[in-house]
Structure formats: structure tokens, C-alpha cells
């Protein structure tokens, strides 16, 4: 049983969704604004993030590249990704469950609207700098720094999103629900990443020259447009309970802080499991997550013996497009096997199904797929042509749809199953609403409950697990985000020693043919980590359904 250390809170509302009756729309509207975050990521890299992240894994990379970084500073670089990780969503879950402006979604707009501005800013990172100065070497050096500060908005505040928008899935849905809720965030995920991998791979100045001159700019606006968008969807239709205790300023401030560590500290078996497994498997996908389309487009330049002359102007779209190629194969495989997974995999509630052993649970299935993703990854060092390096990157495919759909599932169902071990949740008497504005009658709205009692207006005052929803789900984050840190200063070690300066390709137009391939080194590295997450996988399933 798990109790945390807590004052007992007071409750306004009840979860709802304002919509038809059917659940896929239910459904739909709950987990579309995580379709926004991989079209915003395109431009760089990121974990969690479909249309936003798949923006940041196409194009953050070359185009930092192209403006100078060497590959060892660039590597550093993508120290946003896990330093906001690991400050930005424990925060943000933490106090967002203590909130009571509306939870979670005055951080998820709040979060997309700097995000939108930040890819503005580094799509016309030289225009805005240009204002300033006029010298070259001025220009060039504060642009790279423009650009670098941007990417870290733009991953403080996605994180922001990002989170918010995961922990509104689990107090939004019932325990039953959880399995369906979060495999339809892999699916908008999915189809977030999709596009932002075609948008990455089509030439869009062709036909949207007038957002932009460059491929990065249509992209950032684009990128910036969807994700507002998709978040709006979500914050209009999905009803939120409201905290209405009333806070003691500083020891509230305090609390918050203690409570993080306290409950870090006080972690279930089972979450933290899940946490460890979690660590060591983000040591492989994030290097795959911030190099594989430059992995890629480097061998598509080496292979194609290509001089200075037959790079075009804009070496960045030139060689992102090569490697979008391959991300829009693994991001379709990855689409189709979110829509496969929950038809494949039963529920890790029940232990055997009628198909057993051939039909896994959750957390067979999700080991199964870290051993797949680490074989991919191990291969990499050896793999010489796009053919192969394509294929390999879509291999990769299944096992992205299970990790952003699996360790969450599993986290939200331990999360309620806490929650019923203590204290059930119900809602607040009708008498007491949030606003007129979030009224509407029953036919248009569903309300999801998580207690048995759906219809009896119960009060209840609650400090259960289930109510920490947004910490335990940040606190997760920590265990995404910290491996970064480790595969990030192996990675610039191997820079150093493998490419030193600037990239050839990006900045001087000349193709290095011959010796090891810095980042098929760092993804092999990535895989042994990765293996070893799934050996200690496979040895929690020994355990994991035996009753506490």
C-alpha cells in the first residue's frame, strides 16, 4: 500500500469529456494534443514529442551543423532535452496536482504557446539576429547562439506539454480505461510523427514559399500552427477536477519540493521497475531519437560520392531529406503497430489470455520489444549502405509504439490500482461547480469516473496515489531524461575522438568515405545499454503479478 506524506485535499468537479457519446471520439479528443508535439519536434529531438519532436530529429541537427557546432558541442547541445526533463515535468506534475487554476491545462497552453514562439525564432534565427549587426562573423557566431537558446525553450516548455498532457490522460480516465487511453496516445503520437517526417522529406518550398524561404522555416511555421491547434482541442473538451483547498504560501512552496522527494524516495515496486527498466533503454533510443536521420543522411552523402558542387544551397533540407526518407518508413511502421498493439497485447492485468503464451502482456511485450530495438542498434557500426540503415531504422519502428504506449499504460494502471488500495476517488456535489462555462448537459458530455458510484454525488477528502498522478509521472520523466545526461558525455567523448571540428558535409561541401561513423558508434554503445534493460526486464515478469 502506498500513502504519501500529504495534507488531505478537497475536490471541485469531476473529470469529463464534452463530446458525442462514442469512446473512439472520446478518445480521440482527449489524446490529439500529443499529436501536435512530434510535428513541432521535427526541427530537433526529443522523447516524447510527434509532429514538434519529429521537426527537431529531422532538421535540429544538421541545421546546428551547418551554422558551425562541431559534433561534440552539438551533442552537448541536446543537454535541453534531459535537463529540461528532468526540472521542467516533475515540477510542472507536482504542482499542477496541487493546482486549482484548471490543473494541467494552463501549463499545456502556456507550454505550447512558448513552444510556438521559440520555433519562430529558429526558423528566422539569422533575419532576427541580422537586425543587430551586420558583421558577418558577429552574425554567424550569435545566430548559432540564437539558435542553440531556442532549442532550449522550445524543450522547457514542450516538457511542460508534454507532461500535463499524459498526467490529463490518467485523471481523466478510469482504471479499466488506462490500457485504451494511453495506446491512443501512441496513435495520435503516431500520426503526429508521420506527418512531421513528410513534411521533413517533401520539398515544401516548391509549393509554401510564402511561409518561408527555407524548408526549415515552412516547417517551424507549421510546426507552430499544429501544435496550438491540436492543444486547443484537448484544453476545449476535456473537463478537469479542480483543488480547492486553500495553500499556506511558503510552507505550500515547501511542500512541493518535499513531497517530489519524498515520494522519489518511497517509489512502488512496480513503478519503479518501471523506472529502472526505463533508464536504461533511454540510453539507446535517445541517441537514435537525436542522430539516426543524420546517421542516415551521411551515409546517403558518403555512398552517393558526392563533391561540394553537387550540394545545393541548402545543404540542411538536401541531407534532412535523405534521412526523412527513412524516418517516414519507421514512423509509418510505428503508426501501424500503435494501431496493431492493442489487438496484439492483453492487458498486463491479466497474466495469461486465451492465446497464451503465443498473445504477450503488456510487459512481456514491451521487453520484447527493447530486445528487438537493442539488436537494431548493436548492427548499426557495421551498416555501410542507405538500404540497410533505412531498413534498420524502420526495424525500430514496433519498438518506438511500445515504449511510448507500454511504460505508460503500465505506470497509470499501478497508479490507480494504488489509489483503490487507498482511498477512492469521487467527485464533489454537483452544488459545488467549477463554472458555468464548464456545465453541459449529459448527452453531449462523458464523464469518466474512477469510482464505482457514477451517479451519487459523493464528497470526499483524498491523498491517494491516484491523486499524484502528475508526480509520479514527472518523477518518471526523471528516469527518461537522467540516461541523457550519461549517453550525451559518451557521445562527445566519441566525437572527439571519432569527427573533431565542424561536419565536412554541412559546412565544406567534402565527404569523409573511409573510417568509423562517430554516431553508428554511439548507437551500438546505445544498444548494449539497451540490452541490459531488457535482461532486467525479463526478470521482474518473474515477480511482477505476485500480490503485495
Given at each position: 500500500?502506498?500513502?504519501?506524506?500529504?495534507?488531505?485535499?478537497?475536490?471541485?468537479?469531476?473529470?469529463?469529456?464534452?463530446?458525442?457519446?462514442?469512446?473512439?471520439?472520446?478518445?480521440?479528443?482527449?489524446?490529439?494534443?500529443?499529436?501536435?508535439?512530434?510535428?513541432?519536434?521535427?526541427s530537433h529531438s526529443q522523447t516524447d514529442f510527434p509532429l514538434s519532436g519529429s521537426i527537431e530529429m529531422t532538421y535540429g541537427t544538421p541545421y546546428l551543423l551547418s551554422l558551425g557546432l562541431s559534433k561534440s558541442l552539438m551533442s552537448l547541445v541536446w543537454l535541453a532535452g534531459p535537463m529540461s526533463g528532468l526540472v521542467t515535468q516533475p515540477l510542472v506534475g507536482i504542482i499542477s496536482d496541487r493546482s486549482r487554476l484548471r490543473r494541467r491545462r494552463p501549463f499545456i497552453i502556456a507550454g505550447a504557446v512558448i513552444t510556438s514562439v521559440a520555433l519562430i525564432v529558429l526558423g528566422w534565427t539569422r533575419e532576427l539576429v541580422g537586425v543587430f549587426t551586420s558583421n558577418e562573423e558577429r552574425l554567424a557566431r550569435w545566430t548559432a547562439v540564437c539558435a542553440v537558446l531556442s532549442i532550449y525553450a522550445i524543450d522547457f516548455a514542450i516538457n511542460a506539454v508534454q507532461g500535463a498532457s499524459?498526467?490529463?490522460?490518467?485523471?481523466?480516465?478510469?482504471?479499466?480505461?488506462?490500457?485504451?487511453?494511453n495506446a491512443w496516445a501512441g496513435k495520435m503520437m503516431g500520426f503526429g510523427q508521420i506527418i512531421g517526417c513528410f513534411m521533413g522529406y517533401v520539398k515544401l518550398t516548391s509549393f509554401l514559399s510564402f511561409l518561408g524561404n527555407t524548408?526549415?522555416?515552412?516547417?517551424?511555421?507549421?510546426?507552430?500552427?499544429?501544435?496550438?491547434?491540436?492543444?486547443?482541442?484537448?484544453?476545449?473538451?476535456?473537463?478537469?477536477?479542480?483543488?480547492?483547498?486553500k495553500s499556506t504560501s511558503l510552507d505550500s512552496s515547501l511542500q512541493v519540493f518535499s513531497s517530489l522527494w519524498y515520494t522519489l524516495r518511497n517509489l512502488p515496486p512496480r513503478i519503479k521497475a518501471i523506472c529502472h527498466i526505463t533508464f536504461?533503454?533511454?540510453?539507446?533510443?535517445?541517441?537514435?531519437?537525436?542522430?539516426?536521420?543524420?546517421?542516415?543522411?551521411?551515409?546517403?552523402?558518403?555512398?552517393?560520392?558526392?563533391?561540394?558542387?553537387?550540394?545545393?544551397?541548402?545543404?540542411?533540407?538536401?541531407?534532412?531529406?535523405?534521412?526523412?526518407?527513412?524516418?517516414?518508413?519507421?514512423?509509418c511502421v510505428s503508426f501501424a503497430s500503435s494501431l496493431l498493439l492493442p489487438y496484439?497485447?492483453?492487458?498486463?492485468?491479466?497474466?495469461?489470455?486465451?492465446?497464451?503464451?503465443?498473445?504477450?502482456?503488456?510487459?512481456?511485450?514491451?521487453?520484447?520489444s527493447i530486445f528487438i530495438f537493442s539488436a537494431a542498434m548493436l548492427t548499426a557500426p557495421w551498416v555501410k549502405s542507405v538500404y540497410l540503415s533505412t531498413l534498420l531504422v524502420s526495424i525500430c519502428g514496433?519498438?518506438?509504439?511500445?515504449?511510448?504506449?507500454?511504460?505508460?499504460?503500465?505506470?497509470?494502471?499501478?497508479?490507480?490500482?494504488?489509489?483503490?488500495?487507498?482511498?477512492?476517488?469521487?467527485?464533489?456535489?454537483?452544488?459545488e461547480p467549477l463554472d458555468n462555462s464548464e456545465d453541459s448537459d449529459d448527452t453531449d458530455?462523458?464523464?469518466?469516473?474512477?469510482?464505482?458510484?457514477?451517479?451519487?454525488?459523493?464528497s470526499k477528502f483524498s491523498t491517494s496515489a491516484s491523486d499524484l498522478?502528475?508526480?509520479?509521472?514527472?518523477?518518471?520523466?526523471?528516469?527518461?531524461?537522467?540516461?541523457?545526461?550519461?549517453?550525451?558525455?559518451?557521445?562527445?567523448?566519441?566525437?572527439?575522438?571519432?569527427?573533431?571540428?565542424?561536419?565536412?558535409?554541412?559546412?565544406?561541401?567534402?565527404?569523409?568515405?573511409?573510417g568509423l561513423n562517430a554516431i553508428a558508434v554511439i548507437l551500438g554503445i546505445g544498444g548494449c545499454a539497451s540490452f541490459g534493460a531488457g535482461v532486467f526486464g525479463w526478470n521482474v515478469r518473474k515477480w511482477w503479478f505476485i500480490e503485495e
Open positions: 500500500m502506498y500513502t504519501a506524506s500529504l495534507p488531505e485535499r478537497r475536490w471541485v468537479g469531476h473529470p469529463a469529456i464534452r463530446a458525442g457519446s462514442a469512446e473512439w471520439m472520446q478518445m480521440a479528443l482527449l489524446t490529439v494534443g500529443l499529436a501536435g508535439l512530434p510535428v513541432s519536434l521535427t499524459r498526467a490529463i490522460i490518467v485523471d481523466t480516465l478510469p482504471q479499466q480505461k488506462q490500457h485504451l487511453g524548408q526549415l522555416k515552412i516547417i517551424c511555421v507549421l510546426g507552430a500552427l499544429s501544435l496550438l491547434s491540436s492543444v486547443s482541442i484537448t484544453c476545449y473538451y476535456v473537463q478537469e477536477r479542480v483543488l480547492i483547498e536504461a533503454s533511454w540510453i539507446g533510443w535517445f541517441p537514435f531519437l537525436s542522430y539516426s536521420s543524420t546517421w542516415v543522411g551521411e551515409i546517403y552523402v558518403r555512398s552517393q560520392n558526392f563533391s561540394k558542387a553537387h550540394l545545393d544551397d541548402d545543404k540542411v533540407a538536401q541531407i534532412a531529406r535523405s534521412g526523412s526518407s527513412a524516418l517516414l518508413i519507421y514512423s496484439v497485447i492483453v492487458p498486463t492485468t491479466q497474466k495469461f489470455s486465451r492465446l497464451a503464451p503465443y498473445q504477450p502482456n503488456l510487459l512481456t511485450g514491451w521487453i520484447i514496433p519498438s518506438w509504439a511500445m515504449t511510448i504506449f507500454a511504460p505508460f499504460a503500465l505506470l497509470s494502471l499501478e497508479i490507480h490500482r494504488l489509489g483503490q488500495d487507498n482511498i477512492p476517488l469521487s467527485r464533489i456535489p454537483q452544488e458530455t462523458l464523464y469518466l469516473r474512477h469510482s464505482l458510484d457514477d451517479h451519487r454525488p459523493v498522478s502528475g508526480s509520479f509521472l514527472g518523477i518518471f520523466n526523471i528516469f527518461v531524461v537522467s540516461p541523457q545526461f550519461v549517453i550525451t558525455f559518451i557521445s562527445s567523448i566519441v566525437f572527439a575522438i571519432l569527427e573533431p571540428g565542424q561536419s565536412a558535409e554541412l559546412t565544406e561541401g567534402t565527404i569523409e568515405e573511409n
